[in-house]
Structures are given as C-alpha cells and as structure tokens.
C-alpha cells in the first residue's frame, strides 16, 4: 500500500514504479493504505512512537473511516499511472503484456489402426 506521507511522495512513488518495472511487471495498481478496527489503533500506536508528528494528520485524513479522502486516493493513482505509463507498463499498454505459454512436450504419435483378427 501506499502510506500517506511516509511513502507517497513523487521520488518514493517513482522508485517504487521503477522497482515494479524492472523486476518485469507488466501493470501496477496503487492502493493508498486504510485503517480498518484493530488495524488503526495499532498502527496509530506504532506512528505515535516513531512519527508522532503525523498522528494529528492521520487523524484528520481517516476522520471519516477506514478509508483516505478519494481526492487523495485520486491523486495517488493518477501518479502511479502516469509513472507506469512513463515506464511502460499499465492500462496504456494493455494487451502488450508478456504472455507466458506453457512448455509443449513432443507427444508420442497416436498408434495406427489394430487388424482384429477372426481367430
């Protein structure tokens, strides 16, 4: 996931398209972080120990829910897209993937008719 101003600036973001890439993707879907129950309080926990300055803007940002604002979330995939873009890779390229086909193993020609016999 992306995670809202630790890892979503436009150099992380970048990185991140380009490691996809190179490691022979063909698409990339972002997916901004959400904090359902549980997962927010200990992940809140964890920012107020090591981030404690971001807790007030994450409080502000999933005010709401579970889920980042959809103009951030627009604005995140809109990035990645036009940095995948930029990399070759993603809707823009769509049916230009590398199609991977199984190995054929030679097969064994089907015997020929049998001759049935009377006796």
């Known amino acids: 996931p992306v995670i809202p101003f630790l890892g979503d600036s436009p150099e992380q973001l ?7 890439a190179a490691a022979g993707a063909t698409s990339v879907t972002p997916l901004v972080l959400h904090l359902r129950p549980g ?3 200990w992940f809140l926990r964890w920012l107020g120990l090591h981030h404690p300055h971001l807790v007030p803007r994450y409080e ?11 103009w951030y979330q627009r604005r995140i995939t809109r990035q990645v897209h036009e940095l995948a873009d930029e990399f070759g890779i993603g809707p823009a390229h769509r049916g230009e993937g590398r199609r991977i086909t199984p190995v054929r193993t030679p097969q064994e020609p089907e015997p020929g008719p049998t001759q049935l016999t009377l006796l």
Do not use: H
Request: hydrophobic share 45%; no cysteine.
């Open 14 to 20: 970048r990185a991140t398209v380009s490691a996809i």
């Open 39 to 41: 997962a927010r309080e």
């Open 60 to 70: 502000r940002m999933y005010a709401d829910g579970a889920y980042a604002p959809t």
